[in-house]
Structure formats: C-alpha cells, structure tokens
C-alpha cells in the first residue's frame, strides 16, 4: 500500500468516525430527560407560545428530520442555537477554542520541558538516588488527581504566597503578544503568563510523570543495545551518544503512547479549566451540562471529536512517513 | 487457572519488591478501612453542626488557626480576632457544614472501592468478550467492531461520562449494610451507598480498553499451532475461545484491570468533584466542597485529596508488580 492510499484510507475511516461523533451525540440528546422549551420560554407561558417555539426550533419535526438536518447542518458549520442564550452554537465553540489551546500547548511544553531530561537522567543514572526521586516522582505524578493538585496550587501558591492570581484569563496569548508587538507594552503577556503558570502546571504534572516514566524505561532499553556499546567503544562523548541517538530511538514510542492520551489531554483540560474558571471550551462543556442546553453540549462534543480524529490522522500520518512499515500492516 | 509456575514468580517479584509490599499494605488498609466504616467511624458521617462555642469549623489535631468572632460590645456587635483550637473529639476535624472529616473519609472509601471494583468488573464483562470475538474472527467482523471502538475513543473518558450522566441522571443505590444491621455499629447509617449511574458510566466509558487488549491477544492466539489443531480436531469457535484464547488472553487483562480500578477511582472522583456524583460521601466531593474555604479551612480539600492519591498509588504498584510478575518480557519501571 502506498502512503497515498494509506492516508485516504485513514481519512476515510475519521469521516466515519466523526459521522459516529455525530450520531451519538445527537443519540443522547433524543433520550435526554427534560423538554427543551422550558429552557427558552418560561414554563408557565401559554401552550399557544410554547408551540410556537417549539415549530420555529424545528422540534415538532420527526427526529429522523431533525436528524438529518442537523448533519446538514454540520456540513456547512451550522450547529444551531443555544436554548439558553440563543446564541449560535458555532461561534459558542469556536470563540473558547483559544483558550483550551493555549492551556494544552502549555501544558505539553511544560511536561516535555522538565519529564525528558528527568528520565534520561533517570535511566542513565540508574538505582542512584536522583533516579529514585524521579520515579518517585512520577508514580505520584499519575496517581494524583488533577484538580485536587490545582486546588493545592492555589492554596499554596496562590493563598498563602500570593505568587499567583487564582483565576481566570484576562487576557489571550494573540491579544497579548499583538499588544507587545504594536505598541511595546510588556504588561499584558505577563499578566498572561501569571495566570497561565498555574493551570499548566496542573494539567502538565500527569504528563510530565508519564513521558519520564516512558523515557527512563525507552532509554533503559535502549541503552542496553550492542549499537551503544559500539559508539561508546569509538569513543563518542556520551552525552551525544545519550541525546543524539539513544533518545531519538526512544521518541517513537514516546510519540505513540502520548497520540493514545490524547483524549486525557482534553478531559483534563475541562477538569483544570473547572478549578481555575477558565473561559474555555471545559467550563462551556460542564455549564451547559447544568443547564441541559444540548446543542451547546453537542457542539462542543462534536467539535472534540473533530479534533481529535484530525489530530490521529496527522499522527498517523507522520508516524508511517517515519517509520514506512506501519503503511503494510 | 493460576499455575505453580505462576504463583512462584508473583512471589519472587513480591519479595524482591519493597513497591510492592507498600502498595499490598496500603491497599490492604484502605480495604479494611472502607469494609469496616460503621465500626471505626466516630461519628455518623451526615451528622452536621460540630463547630466550636463560635461556629468555626475544628482543625485537625496539631492545627490551630485564627478567624473572627462576633461579641456584643459597646457599638453593637464587634469583630474580635478568634483562635479555634482543635479537639480530640474530630481528629481529622469537621468541614463547612461541621461534619467530622474522618468520618466521612472512612465512609468515602466505600464510595471509591464500589465504584472502582464494580466499575471495572462491568467493563471487563462487556469489554473482554467483545475484543476476543473481534480478534478471533479478524476480517470484515473486527473491522467493523473497532470502528465501533474508534468512535468511543473519539470522545475523552470524562468528556465523554458526564455526558452519559447529563442523559442518565444522577442515582443512587442503596446497599443494605451487614455490620450496621448486626447491630455492631449504633448509630450508623444503615445503608451503604452506591452511586450507579456514575458506576454503570464508568464502565461504559472504559470497557473499549479491555476491548482493544483482548483483541490484540485473540489477534497473536488465534495463529498458534494449539488453537489450529483444537479447530482441526473438531472444536466450535465458542469453544475455541472459551477454552484456548479466553484462558491464555487472560494475565494482560489481568494487569490492565489493576489499572483500570486506579483510573476508574480517579475518574469517580473528578465527577463527584464536578458534582455528578449524586452522593455526597465521596472524596471527590468533599474536595469541591472546601475549595470555598481555603483560606481558613485548609484541610476540607487537602485530606480526601491524599486518601485518593494513597489509593491510586497503591493500586498502581500492585498493577507493577502484577505486570512484572506476570510478563517477564517487560523491564520494570518501579525498579526499587
């Protein structure tokens, strides 16, 4: 099979999988408890109005029509209208979306910032006490759970130290870093900064315990490899050797392993913007799940689902450009 | 089904393991702990109103700390600085609404092993049946039943659980208690509870990771030279499957379930943290419950959040230990 067809194959099957997205979600919202016009009209108004309301969200239709004009819907970007606020659910999703971005992007940073040099020195540095602290380290680091060590942050950090507001985002990274650009005014990306430091340390600290985990035990194994004893034998500092080509072998299942997590990325990203109130895509998600508002909540579910299956191909893609074997199985 | 062979490296790995050892005995304690509640409890875990002469929640012992009072003095009512000290009556202390804190963390161990063990058996029973018989028959059958799994993959465990709890409701199952109901334990609640849309959910939300690691054990069985010749000799697919792959799948589904009672016990916490739950005897939930007061009552968050962490951690080393025991191929990484 060549990686032309591989790729269609693979977007083939993500199509399918977002139709599923799709199907499931609106699934769950036909079987729902609760009649979506209490939600937009008060309940005590008179069955005339209510009826009225109820034709003009095309909820009087058959499902199998709704359904099927939902997914047209879906097809050109229209997810419909909020019961609560009325507002179009597209837009809802879309205008959260920077938010849990920058929250994930620094969150990943800041795991690979800190857990690859702790499980290289770890794995090379085995049964000494820095290797113990690190898997220490780690087997705390999954066990805990992510809002909890938020909460703790906050009091530590935040109540008793004051280094660190508690909450919310005052600010985006575009705003702040286009405000630096025109105008040289420093203030805003720090304010930034501040408020980002906190949650990206919570949702950062499971992955930054399971990629040193995934590194000390990839470079272990490597490391015992005859063609490390070979550059050793030819002389190679060993810190070229360790970096330059134990660690690249060891990435490719680090890769893997982290495509497989995505999905904790993104349920814990909702779970972290809870804790900090965080105008996200978590906290729209967890609101209007309160509320019932079921558009809102399949919006933000469809538009997960998107993503993560856009974010597997592209994965999956460069994997089999790397490593062309995968392409045959 | 477990061998001498077996038995005999699940012993050499646990002598050898000081990881292993922590993890059996703290587990071991948390499942005392949760088993007996009524009988080590010091007070009903719902019972409200333990403050102080000033209506101040107690710290835990060791722990004292300064609030306001109110006293009537000549301009009416004044403010005046106030040290609650603790007492031996509320070890742990009591929360916003004046509960003992160890009480109710003796009772939410209940919460958190139910879920998690009942929550992985359920996803175990759908999950591993339905990877096997993927994996087994391959082709046009597998493909289609993963599709089916790539589609509950598409959605994160906890996006995807309080969706399902938002469709089902929030309920509760009531679980007559046999220590309370012996009369070994006045006073206590009669019933243990048991969240069960939350524990059904767990199970829905997880069963496609017993699902993909039996199929890819059905997948590498299904070619070995004993299951060709059982096929050859005369036997069904069922019984192929019941007796040669479901047997021989069995010690990396072993090893995921240890995970999965951490992962499940994680994830229960975050939804009674969100306020999912539909009890209130969780850990997750008390943690919700004192992040208003963290500045005064410290200890309301912090406590539940180091009984969930001792659980996890203990149940993942014994899923290390398993792991390394069971599969000699991988190297471990608990290593201590």
């Given amino acids: 099979m060549s990686l032309a067809k591989f790729l269609i194959k693979r977007t083939l099957q993500g199509i399918f999988v977002v139709w599923g997205v799709v199907t499931i979600t609106f699934g769950l919202r036909a079987i729902a408890p609760g009649d979506p016009v209490d939600l937009i009209v008060d309940p005590a108004t008179s069955p005339e109005i209510r009826q009225q309301v109820r034709e003009e969200m095309g909820l009087d239709q058959p499902l199998l029509i709704q359904y099927i004009e939902y997914l047209q819907g879906i097809l050109v970007g229209d997810l419909g209208f909020s019961y609560q606020s009325r507002r179009d659910v597209t837009t809802m999703v879309i205008e959260r979306v920077p938010a849990t971005l920058e929250l994930a992007i620094a969150a990943t940073i800041v795991a690979i910032v800190i857990a690859i040099p702790l499980g290289v020195i770890s794995a090379t540095r085995r049964h000494e006490p820095s290797d113990y602290g690190a898997t220490m380290f780690s087997l705390v680091g999954i066990s805990t759970p992510n809002f909890w060590l938020g909460i703790m942050l906050i009091l530590v950090l935040s109540v008793q130290f004051g280094l660190f507001p508690v909450s919310e985002r005052p600010v985006g990274f575009v705003e702040a870093v286009t405000v630096l650009v025109t105008t040289g005014y420093f203030n805003d990306l720090i304010t930034w900064f501040r408020h980002m430091t906190l949650p990206a340390l919570t949702l950062g600290t499971y992955f930054t315990a399971l990629i040193t985990r995934l590194t000390r035990s990839g470079m272990v194994d490597e490391l015992g490899k005859p063609y490390v004893t070979a550059t050793e034998a030819k002389g190679l500092p060993s810190v070229l050797i360790r970096y330059k080509h134990v660690l690249r072998n060891t990435m490719i299942p680090i890769i893997t392993v982290l495509g497989l997590q995505l999905g904790t990325l993104i349920g814990g990203a909702v779970i972290t913007e809870w804790v900090f109130d965080w105008p996200g895509l978590g906290t729209r998600l967890i609101n209007a799940l309160y509320a019932g508002d079921w558009p809102v909540i399949q919006g933000v579910l469809i538009f997960i689902g998107i993503g993560f299956v856009v974010i597997n191909i592209v994965v999956d893609s460069l994997y089999a450009y790397l490593n062309p074997r995968v392409v045959d199985e | ?336």
Avoid: C
């Avoid at chain 2, 009591?94 to 009480?103: A, F, I």
């Avoid at chain 2, 090893?255 to 999965?260: E, F, G, S, W």
């Avoid at chain 2, 539940?304 to 080393?317: C, H, M, T």
């Fill in chain 2, 1 to 336: 089904m477990i061998s001498d062979r077996l038995k005999s490296s699940l012993k050499r790995e646990f002598d050898q393991s000081l990881m292993a050892k922590l993890g059996l005995s703290i587990a071991l304690v948390i499942i005392l702990v949760a088993t007996f509640a009524p009988i080590l409890a010091t007070h009903h875990p719902g019972q409200t109103g333990h403050f102080d002469e000033e209506g101040s929640s107690y710290p835990p012992i060791g722990f004292d700390y300064q609030t306001h009072a109110w006293e009537d003095g000549d301009d009416g009512r004044e403010r005046i600085p106030h040290t609650v000290q603790p007492t031996s009556e509320h070890v742990l202390g009591t929360n916003n609404l004046g509960q003992d804190v160890y009480s109710r963390m003796l009772f939410g161990a209940r919460t958190s092993l139910l879920v998690g063990l009942i929550g992985t058996g359920l996803a175990a029973a759908f999950g591993v049946p339905f990877g096997l018989v993927a994996g087994y028959f391959g082709g046009r059958t597998d493909d289609s039943m993963m599709r089916v799994a790539d589609i509950m993959l598409a959605f994160p465990s906890l996006v995807l659980a309080i969706a399902l709890i938002g469709v089902f409701g929030r309920s509760v199952q009531y679980i007559p208690d046999p220590i309370v109901m012996a009369g070994f334990a006045e006073g206590m609640p009669e019933y243990a509870v048991l969240p069960g849309t939350v524990t059904l959910v767990v199970a829905l939300v997880n069963w496609v990771w017993f699902a993909r690691v039996a199929r890819g054990e059905a997948l590498a069985i299904r070619n070995e030279e004993y299951v060709k010749a059982a096929r050859s000799l005369g036997a069904s697919n069922w019984t192929v499957l019941r007796k040669h792959v479901l047997p021989n799948s069995l010690t990396p589904i072993i090893v995921l379930a240890t995970i999965q009672v951490a992962a499940i016990i994680l994830l229960e916490s975050s939804l009674s943290y969100l306020g999912f739950s539909g009890t209130t005897l969780s850990w997750g939930y008390e943690i919700s419950q004192g992040q208003d007061y963290l500045r005064t009552a410290w200890w309301i968050s912090t406590i539940p959040g180091v009984a969930i962490v001792l659980a996890v951690i203990s149940i993942n080393l014994l899923g290390d230990w398993l792991r390394d025991a069971l599969d000699p191929n991988i190297e471990g990484e608990g290593g201590v």
